[in-house]
């Protein structure tokens, strides 16, 4: 479940009031899953915890796979026992759907996002989100998301470790 089926109106949420007390619980003002829907990445693609001190990390969106949303998408990288933005020299804490224009693309058209705590090369920092030399979680959140995300067609790409 995720948090956007908290929200929305009476007739919406179907009087589940389990639901309506749990969304005002967490908070009066939530998005409902049409307006929002949001990913978190914690374990990696081989299921261990997501740690910059151990690994260096890709998520890559093959050509036409980015997160479909109608308003706009942002990956946020949050520090797992502060749960705070990662202070970095860069004071990059997101890579979002506006910063489409300055990332570098894939030879075939795909985008793969690095988060990793070691600075990549010059030519590698536009795609580069700063991880802390600790554990970590990132959040995808996508904003008036496509109909294929709530009816499953999109799949997350995996947190892939690097070896």
């Not at 949050?78 to 489409?100: C, E, F, G, W």
């Not at 075939?108 to 554990?135: F, I, M, V």
Request: proline share 10%; glycine share 6%.
């Amino acid at each position: 479940m995720s948090s956007g089926e908290l929200y929305g109106s009476r007739d919406r949420l179907k009087n589940n009031y389990l639901y309506r007390y749990a969304g005002a619980n967490l908070g009066l003002f939530g998005s409902s899953s049409d307006e929002f829907a949001s990913f978190t990445y914690v374990d990696d693609s081989e299921g261990k915890p997501a740690n910059g001190a151990r690994h260096s990390y890709t998520v890559h969106f093959a050509k036409d796979q980015l997160p479909p949303a109608d308003a706009f998408w942002s990956l946020t990288l949050y520090d797992a026992k502060t749960h705070q933005l990662v202070p970095n020299h860069k004071k990059r804490y997101l890579i979002n759907s506006r910063m489409l224009p300055d990332l570098k693309r894939d030879a075939d058209g795909g985008l793969t996002l690095a988060l990793q705590h070691h600075e990549p090369p010059k030519a590698e920092q536009s795609n580069w989100l700063p991880a802390p030399p600790a554990p970590f979680y990132a959040v995808l959140r996508l904003y008036l998301p496509e109909p294929q995300v709530s009816s499953g067609q999109w799949k997350l790409p995996p947190l892939t470790p690097l070896k």
